[in-house]
């Protein structure tokens, strides 16, 4: 069971080596909770993340979070990573004006160099150099509420990743956040830090250089290979 583990299983990656550890099986029982450090999944550094290898072309990756934000900016998701220029991301952020959370989904853009970041209601679209940080954005975004856990989806197929979520609550039902092409995760370009496959990941960052205030806990984190997903009542050790 959960509550006896000290250490994860193998499986589970980090980027790169960390300084020190960011993850903590006992601080919630029966959740993995990340503490977010100021390094994000698109820096040449260590971030408060853990990955695990895609295993095959067609599933569900499936995830809950629980993340309540103090600072504007602080974010914590899920991702599909093959390299911190090739990545998608979705998850909860920090409104900046310090009023609640949305949801997000953002992706690095193999044409143009840039981030590019979706709100739920998709009237929104901001384009941002990559080596600058992700804008807070407010403008038409999906109010998720001060507090609450949110469960992730996102469905794998050979050519697609289609990203969902709900709110934790009975009989809630899932809000399609967008589909994106796995030409997303093909760098063209010669760079450094290509990671050796493709990834499902969990993380939490700080904003502006600044660790995150509260740490973010996921209660379950899982791939079903060719499935429609199902929702343990702890994380896929």
Known sequence: MFLTIETLSLGWYHVRTPIKQAWNLRYRPGSLTLFGNPYTIDQQECPAALFRKQTEFSGTWSTEIDFAPTYPGEEAGTTVYWSRFAFMAAGIRRSDTGDGRYTFLRWY???????????????????????????????????????????????????TYTFFYRCATKDAKWIELGQLSTRILVDQKSRES????????????????????????????????NGPGEYPSAIDM
Not at 209 to 220: G, K, M
Request: glycine fraction near 8%; charge should be positive; aromatic fraction near 10%.
């Open 109 to 159: 853009d193999p044409d143009t160099g840039k981030h590019r970041v979706r709100l739920q209601d998709y009237t929104k679209l901001v384009l941002r150099v990559a080596k600058q940080p992700v804008p807070c954005l407010q403008e038409s975004r999906q109010d998720l509420g001060a507090s609450g856990p949110v469960q992730f989806k996102i469905e794998a197929r050979p050519q």
């Open 194 to 225: 290509v990671y050796a496959g493709t990834h499902f990941g969990l993380y939490a960052q700080g904003h502006e250089d600044t660790s995150c205030s509260r740490p973010a806990s996921f209660r379950f984190a899982c791939f079903n290979p």
